[in-house]
């Protein structure tokens, strides 16, 4: 019976947030995914991808990417196709950073900020963010490949009080 199972595919994960108060600083809020290969699978990602940077195959894209939050739907959309990413890659670990470009913002300034991980239509988890409201990054997926080949979801919610670039460094080590 485990032959027929196929594990996890093409994952989606999306970011929406309302835009900022009129006359507020606008609130910039970005994906990212780091991979990490099987001889380092908890240390730095073998590579990231966010809104400057694409994977080097083509496998985990940043389809839509907001600077504000407006719009309607998801303001960040992201395509992982695990099935695809090359055997040496263990572990992907999705994460939310907040820009800090105008003072400090944590997910508590944040209105009606969520994000969701889809695998086709179905809805393998929802964040909203309070449980890191003090927080200005945030883990919100990781996705482990098995021994024999299977990709499997592990809901990871964990908050970082750090800027963007260390939290896209660090965001795939163990919690202390």
């Known amino acids: 019976m485990g032959g027929l ?53 083509g496998t985990i894209i940043l389809n839509r990417e907001s600077h504000t939050g407006q719009g309607l739907g998801a303001d960040e959309d992201m395509t992982l196709e695990l099935d695809r990413l090359a055997d040496e890659y263990v572990r992907v670990v999705v994460g939310v950073a907040i820009q800090q470009h105008a003072g400090r913002k944590t997910f508590g300034d944040i209105v009606n900020c969520g994000a969701r991980v889809l695998d086709g239509y179905t809805e393998l988890a929802s964040v909203d963010f309070g449980g890191v409201r003090d927080c200005t990054a945030a883990t919100v997926a990781e996705f482990s490949r098995t021994a024999s080949g299977i990709w499997t979801f592990h809901a990871l919610v964990r908050g970082f009080t750090t800027d963007p670039s260390t939290f896209s460094l660090t965001m795939g080590q163990h919690s202390a």
């Open 5 to 57: 199972n196929k594990g996890l595919g093409k994952i989606k994960v999306t970011l929406k947030w309302d835009p900022s108060a009129l006359g507020e600083p606008d609130t910039d809020l970005d994906l990212v995914a780091g991979t990490y290969r099987a001889e380092a699978p908890f240390g730095a990602p073998a590579y990231l991808v966010h809104f400057d940077s694409r994977s080097p195959d």
